[in-house]
Each structure stands twice: as C-alpha cells, then as structure tokens.
C-alpha cells in the first residue's frame, strides 16, 4: 500500500513568510508525528497526534509553530514568521494503533532565505 | 548528557566484512529501541526494532540490547557497498508518548 506522503518536497520561502507543510499518513494509521532534522543531525521531534488531538507537542520550539489534524488523517505543520533558522527538512512519520513502529515520509525540504 | 549517543563515524569498512554499529542511551526505563538507515537525501528507513534483552536476527542484520548497560548495537554481516548510509539509533524513553528520541547518527561506508 502507499506510504506516507508529504508535500512540497522542497520550499523555499522569504524570512517572515508563513509557510504549510502537509502530511497525508499511511491510510489507518491513528498516530502521526513531526520530526525535524537538521543537517548531520538525528531527527528532533516537534508534535505527536493520537487521532484528532495533539497528544504531546513539547518538541514545539516556539508559538511560531502549530499543527493540526482536524479530521484525524491529513496533518498540516504551520510556521509563522519564518526565521533562516528554520530552515531544515520536516519529516512526518505514522503508526498503528497499538504499534509504537513508525514510519516516516520522504520529507519536505524548508529553506528560509 | 545526550539522551542517545552515537559514533559519527565515518565507520570504513570493506565488502563483505562485519560492519558493528553503537548507541548509548541515558535512560533506564527505555524499552523500545530501533535502527534506521538513511541513505544521502532520504528520510530514515526502518530496519529493526528490539524490545528485549539479546539478539534479533533479521536476514543480514542483527541487532542486540543490553539494557543493564544501556547498550544497543547493529551488526551487518556481508557488508555491501549499498549498505553504505547514516544508521540512526532511535529510543522511546519511559513516559514518551512513542516520540523518537534519535541519536546523530553513524555514516557507514562500505568500500569493493
């Protein structure tokens, strides 16, 4: 079956544009999360979605950063007021229920000018 | 501390050799432990989870925790120069809600 996808693959945007990530699960999955990574860096976890709710979202950095999940399947990462520091890849990842295996996407590319 | 720490290599090994591969994590109640590979360019792809004590064997990898040392680690048997990548150690820490706690990474590179 399909993965997990994610659109745009690549964006470049200005500093201080507002920028939208998309995330589309694999079909099923309840758990979604955002990963951030930075070059030669692990990823970092930014928020965690079981269904509809953001279950732990302390990997935030600051309040310039929201996602949503409103009906449960497609989640939206928002940046407010980008800064250069943002610049980096945002992966999305999906689970099962009951799994705590996850599988991720093939990210989408930021780069804040 | 970092909560999970790896060699950042680069780890050099030839075709067909044992390629080993180490990760530390900090904390104790971990109970889930996972590699990925990440090819240049790419998103981390799952290549085995261990839960317990021991060894998991799957096909040319195994992978083998020690949880009284905090300890896991990835053998690649027969190494081929396609396995050459980062492998990424990742841990859900007690209490984590399932969120990934990865360590930087260790670059692989096989050579014929």
């Known amino acids: 079956g399909a993965g997990v996808s994610q659109t745009p693959s690549n964006k470049v945007t200005e500093k201080g544009k507002y920028v939208e990530l998309r995330c589309d699960p694999i079909?099923?999955?309840?758990?979604l999360y955002w990963y951030r990574q930075s070059l030669g860096q692990g990823p970092e976890f930014l928020i965690y979605?079981?269904?509809?709710?953001?279950?732990?979202d302390s990997g935030l950095p600051n309040d310039r950063f929201f996602a949503v999940r409103p009906e449960g399947s497609v989640s939206t990462l928002k940046i407010q007021r980008t800064e250069r520091g943002d610049s980096a890849v945002y992966l999305c990842?999906?689970?099962?229920?009951?799994?705590?295996?996850?599988?991720f996407g093939p990210g989408t590319r930021l780069t804040v000018l | 501390q970092k909560e999970v720490e790896q060699n950042s290599g680069p780890l050099s090994v030839p075709e067909g050799a044992i390629a080993s591969l180490n990760c530390t994590y900090s904390?104790?109640?971990?109970?889930?432990f996972f590699w990925y590979r990440q090819y240049s360019g790419k998103s981390p792809e799952l290549i085995m989870s261990?839960?317990?004590?021991g060894d998991k064997e799957d096909g040319r990898f195994t992978a083998q925790l020690n949880k009284a040392s905090q300890y896991v680690s990835l053998l690649i048997r027969d190494s081929q120069p396609s396995d050459s990548a980062t492998y990424l150690c990742?841990?859900?820490?007690?209490?984590?809600?399932?969120?990934?706690?990865f360590g930087a990474g260790t670059r692989l590179a096989v050579h014929p």
């Open positions: 990842a999906s689970s099962d229920l009951g799994t705590d295996t996850q599988y």
């Open positions: 079909s099923g999955h309840t758990a």
């Open positions: 979605f079981q269904g509809t709710g953001a279950a732990d």
């Open positions: 904390d104790r109640g971990s109970q889930s």
């Open positions: 261990i839960y317990s004590n």
């Open positions: 990742a841990v859900i820490v007690s209490g984590g809600y399932n969120k990934l706690i």
